[in-house]
């Protein structure tokens, strides 16, 4: 048990560095927006009163200002690749864990406009990774993927089960109106759903469902969990395909070796 829970708390580590490079390259390749005639300049973010509470009890304007944020995302770039090797190495992580960590609760409240659901995800499983590699047990391991796993869990199973209840998912009109948007738009996808409508109707109860099965897969027993976890790459990677989200993708996937550590405990627990 011991050898499963720390090959699979690597396993995680590496998925979300990857995530994390992939965040931050983009981040970097668009650094103009952060510039103070920039879409995200910290003049125009700071304005908002719920992040003047922050920006006033922790002193945010230095490191969030242009051109210093750039250095702090290219400090996070670093270490997330850095974290591949000594992960690799099983060497301790909790340097690049601790600056990763931080840099992430910064850019919640310094991109807080912009994040997402990965951004969210990413932030919470490195907090749990962070804790359980200061203790560097086999509990404290096998506990954080517990947590990652619900945390899986909880996401998929909100957004499955709440899906559910809107005929648009079912009609495939959801997905054409998310196929027509300039952010998560696809000409070609598109038009493909608009000369067929049950294709859309297909995509969008892939959605759904997919979702939903998602959300228990560790209920089922490991060899089951994995083909469930194996949809959901594909799941995952077609949508990051069509849509671009490319760190939605890493962020969700790097779920999975705790899903798969649950659903196998759970299932030695009732057979022994």
């Not at 400090?75 to 840099?103: D, K």
């Not at 406009?113 to 804790?131: E, H, K, P, R």
């Given at each position: 048990m011991k050898y499963n829970a720390f090959i699979l708390i690597y396993a995680v580590e590496i998925i979300l560095a990857i995530q994390t490079i992939i965040a931050t390259g983009e981040l970097l390749r668009y650094y103009r927006i952060y510039r103070k005639d920039g879409l995200m300049a910290w003049d125009l973010q700071r304005?908002?009163?719920?992040?003047?509470?922050?920006?006033r009890k922790l002193k945010?304007?230095?490191?969030?200002?242009?051109?210093?944020?750039?250095?702090v995302l290219i400090l996070r770039l670093l270490s997330a690749i850095a974290l591949i090797p000594i992960v690799w190495l099983h060497q301790s992580?909790?340097?690049?864990?601790?600056?990763?960590?931080?840099?992430?609760?910064?850019?919640?409240?310094?991109?807080?406009?912009?994040?997402?659901?990965?951004?969210?995800?990413?932030?919470?499983?490195?907090?749990?990774?962070l804790f359980a590699n200061v203790i560097n047990t086999v509990t404290s391991m096998s506990c954080a993927l517990f947590f990652i796993a619900a945390q899986a869990a909880?996401?998929?199973?909100?957004?499955?089960?709440?899906?559910?209840?809107?005929?648009?998912?079912?009609?495939?009109?959801?997905?054409?109106?998310?196929?027509k948007t300039s952010s998560y738009g696809n000409k070609k996808v598109l038009a493909i759903t608009q000369k067929s409508r049950s294709v859309a109707k297909v995509l969008g109860i892939?959605?759904?469902?997919?979702?939903?099965?998602?959300?228990v897969s560790f209920?089922?027993?490991?060899?089951?969990?994995?083909?469930?976890?194996?949809?959901?790459?594909?799941?995952?990677?077609?949508?990051?395909r069509i849509m671009g989200l490319n760190t939605f993708l890493w962020s969700y996937i790097a779920t999975y070796p705790a899903t798969y550590y649950v659903s196998y405990i759970l299932y030695f627990l009732i057979l022994n």
């Amino acid at each position: 048990m011991k050898y499963n829970a720390f090959i699979l708390i690597y396993a995680v580590e590496i998925i979300l560095a990857i995530q994390t490079i992939i965040a931050t390259g983009e981040l970097l390749r668009y650094y103009r927006i952060y510039r103070k005639d920039g879409l995200m300049a910290w003049d125009l973010q700071r304005s908002g009163p719920k992040l003047a509470v922050y920006v006033r009890k922790l002193k945010l304007d230095f490191v969030c200002k242009y051109p210093n944020v750039l250095f702090v995302l290219i400090l996070r770039l670093l270490s997330a690749i850095a974290l591949i090797p000594i992960v690799w190495l099983h060497q301790s992580a909790v340097i690049p864990l601790l600056l990763i960590t931080v840099i992430n609760l910064l850019m919640q409240i310094r991109n807080s406009q912009s994040n997402d659901g990965s951004d969210q995800m990413a932030t919470v499983c490195y907090i749990v990774l962070l804790f359980a590699n200061v203790i560097n047990t086999v509990t404290s391991m096998s506990c954080a993927l517990f947590f990652i796993a619900a945390q899986a869990a909880l996401a998929y199973g909100t957004s499955g089960f709440l899906k559910m209840q809107k005929i648009g998912w079912y009609n495939g009109e959801y997905v054409t109106d998310i196929l027509k948007t300039s952010s998560y738009g696809n000409k070609k996808v598109l038009a493909i759903t608009q000369k067929s409508r049950s294709v859309a109707k297909v995509l969008g109860i892939m959605v759904v469902y997919g979702d939903c099965l998602l959300s228990v897969s560790f209920l089922f027993p490991p060899h089951i969990c994995m083909f469930i976890l194996v949809f959901g790459v594909c799941l995952h990677v077609g949508i990051g395909r069509i849509m671009g989200l490319n760190t939605f993708l890493w962020s969700y996937i790097a779920t999975y070796p705790a899903t798969y550590y649950v659903s196998y405990i759970l299932y030695f627990l009732i057979l022994n």
